[in-house]
């Protein structure tokens, strides 16, 4: 793996220009930005928390507690409660109640008024929540500030408005809600997963029980600061943050009517077989390995910005990154040019900081997993490109990676990674660029960058992708539904769909 501490420079111009700058001959520009750091003091963390049961924070049952970490320097956010059964057989149980006595009963324009006073209040706290969500996550401030809060505050506008329209959602039905819902969310996005499943499960009449992931449970309980300070009635969300087995005791759980789960394939296999034979409705967002698709007449320079969109966003963190690059054999010598150039002038470091490109990777644990699918790349004979850059000291840090060579068998190029780490492989023909990305266990999501409308839509019928984004790529809105085929999941969340994921229709 390249490695240098050099400060990243332009060269290229070679000495003269140099020499205009009033350097030495030979001597490199320097073309740092200046740090540019958004203010931490915004978040207030407390030292402890506890539980949200029943619209009060609570210890866990048992007292335990779990420490919550910046991944970006390793050092302690705050002291979190771990919850045991017992906590979770009491969230259930205030959900419950809650959902049977009010917002079960709650006309639809009245729940509706709660969620736009949560949009609204999600807005005006947009900032402390983005630093927030940063810290805990180690996603860069402007990822946070301009697409994961923006996004939340959205799908909360967007399911208030559905809230007292439901007949007109589902036309000559009658919805109603399912009950209590059980949500397990991941690290990744963890407040706009939460927004993806507590916003239309409370639109459309059901309480929740939430389990945020261990790694970032920050988030889910300023959250429900947000709802008290909306004057939800109690024991409509809980907040339950503990290890992944209360996670599926949540799941097994006889007093919930939904599970909605995104993470793992792994997880979501187990929680599929948790549920099977019970009456419990179901949504699984799992993994991908999606693949990005470039054709010889697509405008390059776009394109590879869509490519490092795809994969560099987020650190790689997302589900439907686009990890697998399949780049048409007559340009794939520019497109790897162009994107070692763009790869060059990412900032790598500080998420705080707002010129930060790729921020800290979430947890030693991912870290070492990217490693490891990284090394075994390597081993396997592909031939990896990483920039010269200086990462931080401390923190969970890796840097941009680019594979080339690389086969269809490689791990890397059927794993999914979860990192900042780019598989590119050719194609000649559309059929080959269909069977190369269709040919994974995935089907999540896909891109396509031609200038043929016709081919986009030829493309996008036949690959096996819930979401199939042309001539751009990871853009997401509350209105459109999002999940997967095959071992990405079932079910829909966004849109209609997700509505339609919470609600039981009935003829009238
Ligand atoms: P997990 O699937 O383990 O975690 C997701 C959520 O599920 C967390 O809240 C976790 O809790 C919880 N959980 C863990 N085990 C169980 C269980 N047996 N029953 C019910 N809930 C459980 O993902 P990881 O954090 O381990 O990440 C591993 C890999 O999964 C990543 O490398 C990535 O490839 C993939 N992943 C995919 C995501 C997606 O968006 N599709 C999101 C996250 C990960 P806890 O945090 O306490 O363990």
């Known amino acids: 793996m390249s490695s240098s501490t050099e400060p990243r420079a332009l060269t290229r111009a070679?000495?003269?220009?140099?020499?205009?700058?009033?350097?030495?001959?030979?001597q490199a520009i320097p073309w740092e930005y200046a740090p540019s750091r958004e203010a931490r003091d915004i978040v207030a963390?407390?030292?402890?928390?506890?539980?949200?049961?029943?619209?009060?924070?609570?210890?866990?049952?048992?007292?335990?507690?779990?420490?919550?970490?910046?991944?970006?320097?390793?050092?302690?956010?705050?002291v979190v409660a771990r919850a045991t059964k017992a906590d979770v057989d009491r969230a259930v149980r205030a959900a419950r109640r809650a959902q049977r006595r009010r917002w079960g009963n709650l006309p639809g324009r009245?729940?509706?008024?709660?969620?736009?006073?949560?949009?609204?209040?999600?807005?005006?706290?947009?900032?402390?929540?983005?630093?927030?969500?940063?810290?805990?996550?180690?996603k860069p401030i402007k990822e946070s500030r301009d697409v994961d809060i923006p996004l939340v505050a959205a799908h909360f506008w967007y399911y208030a408005g559905w809230a007292d329209k439901l007949e007109y959602a589902f036309p000559g039905r009658v919805a109603r809600p399912l009950g209590v819902a059980g949500q397990i969310i991941p690290w990744n996005f963890p407040l706009l997963m939460l927004a993806w499943k507590i916003a239309p499960a409370l639109a459309a009449g059901n309480t929740v029980v939430l389990k945020p992931a261990s790694t970032t449970p920050l988030s889910a309980l300023r959250f429900a600061e947000i709802c008290r300070e909306a004057d939800l009635p109690p024991g409509v969300v809980n907040i339950v943050p503990g290890p992944g087995e209360i996670g599926s005791y949540l799941a097994a759980h006889p007093g919930i009517d939904k599970v909605a789960f995104t993470g793992s394939t792994a997880v979501g296999r187990q929680i599929g077989q948790l549920v099977a034979g019970t009456d419990k409705a179901l949504t699984l967002e799992l993994g991908g390995k999606a693949a990005n698709i470039i054709f010889e007449d697509a405008a390059l320079d776009q394109a590879v910005e869509g490519i490092v969109n795809g994969i560099y966003f987020n650190q790689g963190e997302v589900c439907c990154a686009g990890s697998r690059l399949l780049v048409q054999e007559s340009v794939v010598d520019v497109v790897i040019e162009k994107l070692k150039d763009r790869l060059a002038t990412l900032r790598v470091g500080d998420?705080?900081?707002?010129n930060t490109d790729v921020g800290a990777i979430n947890s030693r644990a991912q870290l070492e997993k990217i490693e490891e699918l990284v090394a075994s790349g390597v081993a396997e004979g592909a031939e990896i490109y990483q920039p010269a850059c200086q990462l931080p000291e401390r923190g969970y840090f890796f840097r941009p990676t680019l594979f080339t060579n690389v086969a269809q068998s490689h791990r890397i190029a059927r794993e999914e990674i979860f990192g900042p780490v780019l598989s590119v492989l050719t194609f000649r023909t559309p059929d080959e660029a269909i069977e190369k990305a269709n040919n994974t266990e995935y089907g999540l999501s896909a891109g396509i960058w031609t200038e043929k409308g016709s081919r986009i839509l030829e493309m996008a019928r036949r690959l096996r992708a819930g979401v199939v984004w042309a001539n751009t790529y990871n853009k997401f809105d509350p209105t459109s539904p999002?999940?997967?085929?095959?071992?990405s999941g079932f079910g829909r969340e966004g849109g209609l769909h997700g509505l339609l994921a919470y609600v039981r229709l009935e003829d009238r």
């Open 14 to 26: 070679g000495g003269a220009v140099g020499a205009s700058w009033g350097l030495g001959e030979g």
């Open 45 to 78: 963390i407390r030292e402890r928390y506890g539980l949200v049961i029943d619209g009060r924070e609570v210890p866990a049952a048992d007292g335990g507690t779990f420490v919550d970490l910046d991944p970006a320097t390793e050092e302690p956010l705050a």
């Open 110 to 138: 009245e729940r509706a008024k709660y969620l736009f006073r949560i949009a609204r209040i999600l807005q005006e706290r947009s900032r402390e929540l983005a630093v927030l969500e940063t810290l805990d996550t180690g």
């Open 351 to 354: 998420p705080l900081d707002k």
């Open 482 to 487: 999002f999940g997967g085929y095959k071992e």
